[in-house]
């Protein structure tokens, strides 16, 4: 198991533009949350997602949007992108049953210029 | 409002000695306390949770509700150690969202 993996590794984008970001978790994971690591920042929650819906979401702008795949795999989608946006954006997977334990994904590097 | 407080950014200790990375929280409710750690070039991962009460790497923390901390510690560090290490908290029973302190760096002197 590869563990939770995340594409792309790097992005660099112009201001305006939208972007994806794609994230498979954990073999047998039915939970993808989706974090924003500023620099010299820790994680700050987005949002989660649980069976192809947002269950729960952080401080972030409407810009800020998601899916969920029935695979359990899950989109992050960012528009009309800002200077501020750029950061590291980290997926974790988790199971909604048992004990609660979030496995992260190596992140995607955003760079808005 | 959560708030996670890792008071400092940078902890320098010499191998050997013993490490304290501090960390203090504010919640009204019942949390769920975690130390994350991310080793240079790795992914971010769980190293221990308050509800385990067990030793990870020799790294042991207790959640203190009357001071809200969740320092963590060990008694003779370890090159190995060098590492970035996040406080995180939950909120029990009620969503999953974890939130993050900035951050200390921990960084083991030979």
């Known amino acids: 198991d590869a563990g939770v993996t995340q594409s792309p590794t790097h992005l660099i984008k112009t201001r305006g533009q939208q972007v994806t970001l794609r994230c498979s978790p954990k073999?047998?994971?039915?939970?993808v949350s989706w974090y924003q690591q500023a620099l010299g920042q820790g994680p700050q929650f987005i949002f989660q997602y649980y069976e192809e819906e947002e269950r729960q979401r952080g401080n972030f702008p409407d810009r800020f949007s998601g899916h969920q795949f029935p695979n359990y795999s899950s989109e992050l989608n960012v528009n009309a992108l800002l200077l501020g946006d750029s950061a590291l954006y980290l997926c974790a997977s988790s199971l909604s049953q048992g004990a609660y334990e979030q496995y992260f994904g190596p992140g995607t590097r955003l760079t808005v210029t | 409002a959560q708030r996670v407080t890792q008071p400092e950014k940078l902890l320098s200790v010499f191998k050997g000695a013993p490490v304290e990375l501090k960390c203090n929280y504010s919640?009204?409710?019942?949390?769920?306390l975690f130390w994350y750690v991310q080793y240079s070039r790795q992914r971010l991962q769980l190293l221990l949770r308050?509800?385990s009460r067990e030793s990870i790497k020799g790294f042991t923390a207790d959640l203190n509700k009357g001071e809200t901390s969740f320092h963590l510690k060990k008694p003779f560090a370890q090159e190995e150690d060098s590492a970035m290490y996040y406080c995180a908290l939950r909120e029990v029973n009620r969503d999953d969202k974890i939130i993050f302190g900035k951050g200390t760096r921990l960084h083991i002197l030979p």
């Open positions: 073999s047998g994971h039915d939970t």
């Open positions: 919640y009204s409710g019942s949390p769920e």
């Open positions: 308050h509800i």
